[in-house]
């Protein structure tokens, strides 16, 4: 096993996780300042995906598509809040779970009826190669995009949260909600506006991802199992514990897809190997999940002191 | 009273062996995999069973056609629902239709238990050959081993040392490459098998590069197939690995996705869009002129499987409730197959050719596959031996 492979599957895995945690941050936002469970979180990234192909195609161009893609589904998610979502708060878990479990299969045949079950989305011929990184190891272009605009995505996030006054409002809703609302804080546009935010980058993943998988109807559902194992992994409404919990989760998934099989060929025989590798390999993410839980029950990076 | 009696005499006339007589017409449920990144298979093959039906003037076998699509979403459990609605509620005469071996295991055990006759246009997995072969199981297109038994010989012809072979982790993925390793004598670089429907191919592709092979041999159908050669591409490998897979990884639906970087791919399949035969080139023409696309193999085993249910009806002169004598009339398969030589072996799977296919230029500079020569002839399948049926 060289060292040039080893690299690889880190990049591989990194760029995996960046792109879980554009999902998970705002799922942990909404979930940890707004006390909501919001299933059609991964609905909005098929929205995204859907939009960016849209205008992809009617502009031409692949940058002003997806750019373009951001805000709209932004706005989408918005109206999606102030209409259906608000009427939530007050209600149960169990209602919300409902209630946005009956959402994902609205939007899902809407989508169907609007755009049909799939969008051709694919990466921009410049891209489309390979770049070599070091001598001897190439890396596929596009790959190392997604790396960059999720770690850029990432570390502008940190900044808006840590370092800014919606930031600020944010932090405290997320730490205790009553004393920021008996502060004079304006949580129903703060949550709106937040809401927004996680449209958005939703957008962004499935915008970036859309030509790497396929653009399809039910493409979220998959994607957002992850993103809660990351949000309970980080600790619930920490946008830290999700970045933290996405490249964890990134990086156990790669690494175990790619090594799993070759270490049981060193223990097992290998018609067992072959079958035990893929099957564990498979649960290696929820065994992480469950291992964190026995160890730091509020996750790594608990939100509520 | 009265009408009690009518019921008593309706229930007895029920019981009594009436002479078969001839259907008014002949309904067909056809369920396949027809939405999602999978669905172009599907898609395909009802296209081309449309087609076949609509150039013999809306019949089969002399009765009009009535075809019920449905769509299994690739999911077992609505293959299986489907199946149930077209027998029970339909009272479809044949099931057809299904693209993926696993929606297929699942479903047509319903046909089976209601003696409806399945014919596939695809789908033929290894069980159903031997062991569990069943009198109303017809394979119209090919077992699922023998396009990998064929690349496997391809490869030891051409004397490749190491392959790397890649799978979905279900019983199709699993015949493949047994049937690829039954015929490659050469080193075994790694034996991967994925999720099913995986589309993100980073670290497998990763391994691949470390693993050095000479050639990837791959059995990924559908938009599989298309995420990992662009993926292939994507990361460089192509210039130093040679890329080999089943026919239907390099067809038209995986060349309109994946573009240029298909050229020079070699495959093997049972059929291929420059067949000089008459029923070919009708078919070839017809279809790119109903659908403005070419043809993939997926679209002639549609296409054959409509001609061959058309050859039974008309060979039992609609007489199509006589289930023994369609069975016998399909097994006959007298028909002109766009594949040119086709019969069926005692397990009711073909015995036919199968040839080596390379990806190159047509004469208006369209990418298509080009036969190069054949791999088998009149090859049957390595399960008949474990098949009761005679």
Redesign the interface.
Same mark, same amino acid.
């Given at each position: 096993?060289?060292w040039?492979?080893i690299v690889? =599957?880190s990049l591989?895995g990194l =760029?995996?996780g960046l792109m879980l945690f554009l999902l998970a941050a705002g799922l942990t936002l909404v979930f940890g300042i707004m006390d909501m469970i919001n299933l059609a979180h991964g609905s909005l990234y098929m929205l995204g995906a859907f939009l960016a192909a849209t205008l992809v195609q009617a502009t031409g161009s692949f940058a002003a598509g997806v750019l373009l893609a951001i805000p709209a589904t932004a706005l989408l998610g918005m109206l999606l809040e102030m209409s259906v979502l608000r009427t939530l708060y007050a209600r149960d878990h169990l209602s919300q779970v409902l209630a946005t479990f009956a959402l994902i299969l609205i939007l899902n045949e809407a989508v169907?009826i609007i755009w049909g079950?799939?969008m051709p989305l694919? +990466?921009p011929a410049a891209l489309? &190669?390979?770049v070599q990184l070091l001598p001897g190891m +190439?890396?596929?272009?596009?790959?190392l995009l997604i790396i960059g605009v999720g770690a850029a995505v990432a570390g502008a996030l940190y900044l808006l949260v840590a370092r800014t006054r919606i930031g600020m409002l944010v932090r405290a809703g997320a730490s205790n909600r009553e004393m920021a609302l008996a502060m004079g804080v304006n949580i129903r546009r703060l949550f709106t506006l937040l809401f927004g935010v996680g449209a958005g980058l939703c957008a962004v993943a499935g915008a970036l991802l859309g030509p790497?998988?396929?653009v =399809? +109807? &039910?493409m979220g559902e998959n994607i957002l199992i992850l993103a809660f194992v990351v949000i309970v992994i980080g600790g619930i409404g920490s946008i830290r514990g999700a970045l933290v919990g996405s490249l964890l989760v990134g990086v156990v998934d790669?690494i175990g897809?790619?090594f799993l099989?070759l270490l049981f060929g060193i223990f097992f025989q290998p018609r067992v190997a072959?079958a035990a590798g893929?099957a564990i390999a498979?649960v290696l993410v929820y065994l992480l999940m469950a291992v964190v839980l026995y160890i730091k029950p509020q996750g790594l990076f608990p939100a509520r002191g | 009273m009265t009408r009690y009696l009518l019921a008593l005499v309706w229930a007895v006339a029920g019981w009594l062996p009436l002479p078969a007589q001839a259907a008014d017409k002949v309904k067909i449920g056809f369920i396949s995999t027809l939405?999602?990144?999978s669905?172009a298979l599907g898609v395909d093959i009802r296209d081309a069973f449309l087609l076949a039906v609509k150039l013999n003037g809306g019949k089969l076998g002399g009765l009009p056609a009535e075809i019920v699509v449905g769509d299994d979403q690739f999911k077992p459990d609505v293959g299986r629902q489907l199946a149930e609605k077209n027998i029970k509620l339909d009272k479809v005469n044949f099931l057809t239709g299904f693209v993926f071996s696993n929606i297929m295991l699942a479903s047509v055990p319903v046909a089976f238990e209601n003696k409806i006759i399945y014919v596939s246009p695809n789908a033929a997995p290894s069980p159903l050959a031997g062991k569990q072969c069943n009198p109303y199981f017809f394979a119209a297109s090919w077992p699922n081993d023998a396009y990998h038994e064929a690349a496997g010989q391809y490869a030891t012809t051409r004397g490749y040392q190491s392959v790397y072979m890649l799978a979905p @982790?279900y019983q199709a993925g699993k015949d493949s490459l047994e049937g690829f390793k039954r015929f490659y004598k050469g080193a075994i670089a790694g034996?991967?098998?994925?999720?099913l429907g995986q589309?993100?191919y980073?670290?497998?592709l990763?391994?691949v590069?470390?693993a050095k092979p000479e050639a990837v041999y791959i059995f990924l159908p559908g !938009?599989m197939g298309v @995420?990992f050669i662009?993926?292939f591409?994507?990361? !460089?490998l192509s210039k130093d690995v040679q890329l080999i897979t089943p026919g239907f990884s390099s067809d038209q639906d995986i060349i309109r996705a994946v573009g240029d970087s298909m050229l020079g791919t070699f495959d093997a399949a049972h059929w291929a869009l420059d067949f000089d035969n008459a029923a070919n080139r009708k078919f070839v023409a017809e279809f790119e002129k109903e659908y403005k696309r070419l043809p993939t193999v997926y679209a002639s085993q549609g296409y054959d499987t409509a001609l061959l249910i058309d050859s039974a009806v008309r060979e039992v002169k609609g007489r199509i409730e006589d289930t023994e004598a369609v069975r016998k009339a399909l097994k006959a398969a007298k028909f002109q197959s766009v594949r040119g030589s086709f019969r069926f072996n005692r397990n009711q799977y073909p015995i036919q050719n199968y040839y080596l296919r390379v990806v190159g230029k047509d004469s208006q500079g369209r990418l298509v596959n080009k036969t190069m020569g054949t791999i088998f002839k009149d090859r049957g399948d390595a399960y008949v031996q474990e098949c009761s049926m005679k």
């Open positions: 096993m060289s040039i492979l690889e =599957q591989n =760029q995996f169907r079950p799939d694919s +990466v489309s &190669g390979p +190439v890396y596929p272009a596009y790959r790497l998988f396929a =399809q +109807v &039910g790669t897809r790619a099989p072959s893929p498979s | 939405s999602g990144p669905a @982790n034996e991967v098998y994925t999720q589309l993100d980073s670290a497998e990763a391994q590069r470390a !938009g @995420n662009k993926q591409v994507a990361a !460089g």
